[in-house]
């Protein structure tokens, strides 16, 4: 981790890595920023970015392959809207096979520095 960087700045690096079209769950983004117990954070993280980002937050999800976002609403609509734009489909239950859509980095962010 580089002086000054915070956990949110090592999540929003690992989230710009997800490709279109594929997902990543909170519980994943925390285990390869070496912080497996941080999912919840991870979300915090998301929550927290502010308007004009360049951040595929939309590309997380949680690991039953559904969004979840409090209260859903606009926002949820929003998230399945991006990620169906970019060919990530769901079924009747309203998850995503992550078998099939789950984005598998090289090598962990960790051991990059």
Not at 15 to 26: A, L
Request: net charge neutral; proline share 6%; glycine share 10%.
């Amino acid at each position: 981790m580089e002086a000054g960087e915070t956990f949110y700045d090592r999540v929003y690096e690992l989230v710009r890595q997800v490709p279109s079209g594929r997902v990543i769950t909170y519980g994943h983004v925390a285990l390869l920023l070496g912080a497996p117990a941080a999912a919840r954070a991870v979300g915090y993280a998301l929550h927290s970015l502010p308007a004009a980002n360049d951040v595929p937050w939309w590309r997380v999800i949680n690991v039953r392959g559904a969004i979840s976002l409090k209260g859903r609403g606009a926002q949820a609509d929003l998230q399945r809207a991006l990620l169906e734009g970019e060919g990530v489909r769901f079924g009747p239950d309203d998850r995503c096979e992550l078998e099939r859509y789950r984005w598998w980095p090289d090598e962990p962010v960790a051991e990059r520095r």
